[in-house]
């Protein structure tokens, strides 16, 4: 059993959680390298997002959903070094996300830099892909703030 | 911020277990080899440093969002401060 921790934020109130449930970036994340350990907390609304609010610094958070919801063929590789970091034999192993932007006329998705989580260890990072298939800045269809229908990737 | 000159063939030890070497020199170019534990993520610097921006406005961006959720709770009846996420 892991020890019981309790994030304090202005925005979210107050969240209770497991130690084992904090999703660990070991390497903090590019531009908060301080910021390690998140809470994975559902969108007040019911969408397809959800919000990555970081234990370590209780104001950051980030709007996250599934690559998949709104771009099917999204298939980045992942290099062999990096499944091994995180302690999986495949890709298919892990729980992956996408970091949301809501700007005021469109939402986009960095599809360039996934974060990508062991589902047992809670082991995560975010995978930095070298390469120019991916924008981070995928517009999206749908606004974040409107409701989708149809449920979240298990 | 410690500045070396090296030699093709010759390197630089960060640490214990990080080795930086000059592969090869022309053009304008500097070709390095970096040996380092599979943990350690190690990307070009402008390619780095795109991601650590786009995150930087993603969260720039959802906070502005979570201060629009609150002042619609405000506005629902309950007082600023007091609103608690179900």
Same mark, same amino acid.
């Given at each position: 059993m892991g020890e019981p921790v309790r994030i304090e934020s202005r925005r979210f109130g107050s969240i209770a959680l497991d130690e084992k449930d904090l999703i660990v970036f %070991?390497?903090?994340? =590019?531009?908060? =390298?301080?910021?390690r350990r998140f809470a994975l907390v559902a969108h007040d609304r019911g969408t397809d997002f959800a919000w990555l609010v970081? %234990?370590?610094? =209780? $104001?950051l958070a980030f709007v996250v959903t599934d690559p998949w919801r709104f771009f099917a063929a999204y298939q980045p590789e992942v290099p062999g070094h990096v499944l091994r970091a995180l302690g @999986?034999?495949? %890709? $298919? $192993?892990l729980e992956w996300f996408v970091i949301a932007t809501a700007g005021p006329a469109r939402t986009t998705l960095n599809l360039a830099a996934p974060l990508l989580v062991n589902?047992?260890?809670r082991r995560a990072l975010q995978l930095?892909?070298?390469?120019?298939?991916?924008?981070t800045r995928e517009a999206i @269809?749908?606004?974040?703030?409107e409701p989708q229908s149809g449920a979240a990737r298990p | 911020m410690l500045v070396l000159t090296r030699r093709v063939g010759e390197s630089v030890r960060i640490g214990t277990d990080v080795c930086v070497t000059v592969a090869s020199i022309g053009n304008g170019q500097v070709r390095i080899a970096i040996e380092a534990p599979l943990e350690l993520a190690v990307h070009r610097g402008e390619v780095y440093e795109r991601i650590a921006r786009a995150n930087r406005e993603a969260a720039a961006a959802a906070e502005s969002a979570g201060r629009g959720e609150e002042t619609t709770r405000a506005a629902d009846g309950a007082a600023p401060g007091e609103s608690e996420i179900a």
């Open positions: %070991a390497g903090g994340l =590019p531009g908060f =390298p301080h910021a970081s %234990a370590d610094q =209780p $104001e @999986v034999a495949c %890709a $298919e $192993e589902a047992t260890t930095i892909l070298d390469c120019d298939t991916y924008s @269809v749908a606004p974040a703030s | -």
